[in-house]
């Protein structure tokens, strides 16, 4: 069974920038969960989806940060402006269940913002 | 405000010894916890859960033990092996998975 894929695996931009991650779900999983992990600290929530519905975003900072989820299965994760604080690994996660009982980790996109 | 914490960053056990990583939580609703693992590079990976009416799980290696009470739980590796070292998150449950800081265990051949 294919994991959690995400692209890219690193990106470096500057501030003011915007930049877009990729994530793909493992097949069938209807919750899909984007996380922001800085640097010594666990992983955040930023925005959960349930299909194609957004479940939980009451972490996402809004102004700049955008999520969605097409067709239920593929999202992208878009930030515009970027800022030095958005350096992080943005991690992607799927789960076949909407009850928070597991979350199937991708690799992660490090971002750097200079 | 942190509602799960690992307030041991680091932990070093030798081969074939067991490691004890601990985690506690400030919301009695949480009704479900998890541990995960994480190498450099790469994304965290689960290791094992308990529910909320549980006390203990185990899986091979591994066991979790939960006190409600005490709002603790803990994550006991026996034997451990130098293939344990790694970065192990603890996480609870509730409307959404909150994150433990981690801790970095390093086995010592």
């Known amino acids: 069974e294919a994991g959690v894929a995400q692209s890219p695996r690193y990106k470096i931009i500057e501030k003011r920038q915007s930049v877009a991650f990729w994530c793909n779900p493992i097949s069938g999983h209807a919750t899909l969960y984007w996380y922001q992990q800085i640097l010594g600290q666990g992983p955040k929530l930023l925005i959960q989806f349930q299909n194609n519905g957004v479940v939980d975003d009451s972490q996402l900072p809004k102004d700049r940060f955008s999520a969605e989820r097409l067709k239920g299965v593929d999202s992208t994760l878009k930030i515009q402006p970027a800022k030095l604080e958005d350096s992080a690994v943005y991690l992607c996660?799927?789960?076949?269940?909407?009850?928070?009982?597991?979350?199937?980790f991708g690799q992660g996109t490090r971002l750097t913002v200079v | 405000d942190q509602q799960v914490k690992q307030n041991s960053p680091s932990l070093s056990v030798q081969e074939g010894r067991i490691s004890i990583l601990n985690c506690d939580y400030t919301n009695s609703m949480f009704d479900y916890f998890l541990w995960y693992k994480k190498y450099p590079a790469e994304g965290p990976t689960f290791l094992i859960s308990?529910?909320?009416?549980?006390d203990k799980n185990e899986d091979g290696r591994f066991t979790v033990f939960l006190n409600k009470s005490a709002k603790h739980l803990s994550l006991h590796i026996v034997p451990s092996q130098p293939g344990d070292s790694a970065v192990y998150f603890c996480?609870?449950?509730?409307?959404?998975?909150?994150f433990g800081t981690g801790t970095s265990l390093t086995v010592i051949p």
């Open positions: 996480a609870a449950s509730g409307n959404q998975f909150y």
């Open positions: 308990i529910s909320s009416i549980k």
């Open positions: 996660a799927s789960s076949p269940t909407h009850r928070n009982t597991e979350a199937f």
